[in-house]
């Protein structure tokens, strides 16, 4: 009893690490995400250009290869970053490459009529974009970018390979020192376990609620 008290305590702090990592980089990944898709798709040949070439580089690297390069490649070019900072970043740069092509696919998806529509009632291109075709891309991008953040919280885990001390990284070190993979695993699981059942619903809430405003409109 007293080994699974001292587990939970520690896990505990690991939790709050796994948190910090997701609360960061899941709305700036999202963010990365969208603007990366509106370059591809409106930022003509250079801009579009570029965003393909970031999507292309982030989607084709490992994730755990893109934090040691960030981690340990970083400080050879005179940059120095934390282990929980290089994590967030690799986060960011990898969620917001997958998360791009979901919004560009649903940025595509929407009718060029209503382009047209938004053009002759005197829009200009970035009015267009933001009031018209990003709030139903959007929209319809939900269910991709959350298995996305689904997607991060069990990425996360990898953190701890440049030391970050999230929940996956305290339970291995536990069970060097106690050896009890059963119950130490077990735990871990049920904590991830929840934390992706979470941001499913919180997501399937957001669906919702985008859901409601658009059979009103």
């Known amino acids: 009893m007293e080994f699974l008290l001292d587990f939970l305590v520690a896990l505990s702090s690991g939790l709050m690490r796994t948190l910090e990592l997701l609360m960061i980089s899941a709305p700036c990944g ?3 995400g ?3 898709a509106v370059l591809s798709v409106y930022g003509g040949r250079i801009l579009s250009t570029i965003s393909r070439i970031f999507t292309a580089t982030f989607t084709g690297f490992p994730l755990l290869v893109t934090m040691l390069l960030i981690f340990f490649g970083l400080p050879e070019l005179g940059v120095y970053l934390g282990p929980t900072e290089s994590a967030i970043l690799s986060l960011v740069l990898c969620s917001g490459a997958y998360i791009s092509q979901y919004v560009r ?3 595509l998806s929407i009718d060029e009529g209503q382009s ?5 009632l005197g829009m200009t291109r970035a009015q267009e974009i933001l009031y018209i075709v990003l709030p139903q891309a959007l929209r319809r991008a939900i269910p991709s970018v959350s298995n996305e953040v689904v997607y991060m919280v069990q990425y996360s885990s990898l953190a701890f390979a440049i030391g ?3 929940m996956y990284s305290i339970s291995k070190s536990f069970n060097s020192i106690n050896f009890r993979p059963l119950e130490i695993f077990s735990i871990l699981a049920l904590f991830y376990l929840v934390l992706c059942a979470s941001v499913s619903l919180l997501f399937n809430s957001i669906r919702r609620r985008f859901s409601v405003i658009e059979s009103l409109g």
């Open 30 to 32: 999202i963010a990365l």
């Open 34 to 36: 969208v603007f990366v």
């Open 105 to 107: 696919g649903a940025i």
């Open 116 to 120: 047209l529509a938004a053009r002759a």
């Open 164 to 166: 970050v001390q999230e």
